[in-house]
């Protein structure tokens, strides 16, 4: 193990190479641009023995990952905002054809008006594509997810592409120091992908294919299977991942002082520091808050989020997202998970950081002051004082 | 918490001075945290920029950029004003390269320009700036980032640079113990 002060973009190499994927395509945007750098100097100096395929756009980035991946070796590739909306098209190819490709995805704002920033609605406007989403809060779990994603990805029972999401810029460029390590360890840790699911001249058969009416439905029903079924691997995944190195993680969750909690503040990636930070500091005032931050947004924590709201007086949903026309789509989410469990808690959506609008500790302290009053309303920060439904 | 607040110009090399500095603080080990990170947004040669470095022995959390800083350093005295002295913290520096000199026992003046020419014989300024904030933060010293210098930078500039903190310690340190 050594420790290294690195960016997230770097500390995602890092964790990339240690988890040695064969085949590496990707092409270039900001703020993902560092990561894909890094592993190209990786793959020249000799450090990472990967084939390292610079490309067009990103639509050829993703496509050049599944055909990589349906001969069964492991594939990495990564983008950001207008590069992920490009990649749609193929993003249901990988997930369809089962391909268990990891991706990471520079949380950034898209366009118009254009922007670099970052927020989440890039991936957030794609969770129906059946990608397994993880979402990071620092480097270290950057670094963490790039190994354990393969591991969960790749299981048979899986067998699902899967997206890590870093915060752009907050994320991404902010350097700290993290562990990194040793790729005994990792070799330890992260078999080889093996799979049936490939082009195989041994043993010839169709891949890829069409599927009509009477067959189609049976293969959706199995992708969501395979999706679901990641929970279970997640956790297993986790507990191997421990003891080998040292950093234990909380599946589909993460709970902050929300055992008594009686105001709960949801949120998802690096703007969780912030919130835990003034959740401490209104305890101290005799506010009993916690924050509750969502480590996966697919597969999505239905269960978690109602054993941990249960018996909270009021919830907040913090996300940089919009779906135009309804409301965050992280909010309506959890609504539903509330709402299956019986649970009749008022629920508040408070959108902010949209186009990289700085996120600041008095808004967190707004925020818990609105759920306080507990009347379920969606909220954009600084903006709309009143509430929108 | 310490805030260190960098200005210069894209180019001169201000964030990589801020990331050194956060190195060389969380490098002395356990117990030593630190957040480095750029102003966010596109990157422009001989544009204004600032660089963020938060240094703590807890935990850091805040991802935020600083609004009141216990040091600010300016690489370039054209992106100085004296309107920054009320974003400084109780006790806050501001150590600016410059031959100019001012009153305000709060901005401290330095000619880092000569140093890295006699030096360097290029007008980078970024690491003689953090060798003249060694001299007056005493939780990092020259040892510390020369450290982090043989971490962060190609071996090849690491002879220099270390020249240059050393210079700049030398040239500060009588001043600011007085």
Known sequence: MSREFLSGNEAFAYGIRLAAPQVISAYPITPQTIVVERLSEMVEDKSLKSEFIHVESEHSALSCAIGASATGVRTFTATSSQGLLYMAECLVYASGGRYPIVMMNANRSTALPWNIYGDQRDSLSLLDCGWIQAYAKDAQESLDLAILSYYIAEHPKVSTPFMVNLDGFHLTHTYEMVEVPESELVKNFLSDYNTDNKIDFENPKNIAFSAGPEHNFAFKYKEHIGILNAKEIISEAEQKFAPLFGREYSGLVEAYRCDDAEYILITLGSIFGLCSDVADELRNEGVKTGVLRLRYMRPFPNKEIADIARNAKAVAVLEKDISFGNEGSVYTNVNSALQKAGLSVPSLNFIGGLGGRDISEEDIREIFNKLSQGKTAVHFIGIEEGAII | ?178
Do not use: C
């Not at chain 2, 210079?167 to 600011?176: F, H």
């Open chain 2, 1 to 178: 918490m310490i805030e260190v607040l960098w200005h210069g110009r894209g180019g001169q090399g201000a964030f990589t001075a801020a990331r050194i500095l956060g190195a060389a603080y969380s490098f002395k080990g356990e117990g030593f945290f630190a957040l480095a990170f750029p102003s966010f947004g596109p990157e422009r040669r001989g544009a204004p920029i600032r660089a963020f470095t938060k240094l703590s022995n807890k935990p850091l959390h805040s991802r935020s950029e600083i609004k009141k800083s216990d040091y600010i350093i300016y690489l370039d005295d054209t992106l100085f004003s004296q309107d920054s002295l009320n974003t400084l913290k109780e006790n806050g520096k501001i150590i600016l390269n410059t031959t100019a000199t001012y009153e305000d026992t709060r901005i401290i003046t330095f000619d880092a320009t000569k140093i890295a020419s006699e030096i360097l014989g290029l007008r980078v300024t970024n690491t003689v700036m953090l060798g003249a904030l060694s001299a007056f933060f005493d939780q990092v010293s020259v040892k510390d980032i020369e450290f982090a210098i043989e971490k962060a930078m190609p071996q090849k500039l690491w002879k220099g640079n270390k020249a240059v903190i050393t210079a700049a310690y030398n040239a500060l340190a009588k001043g600011a113990a007085a």
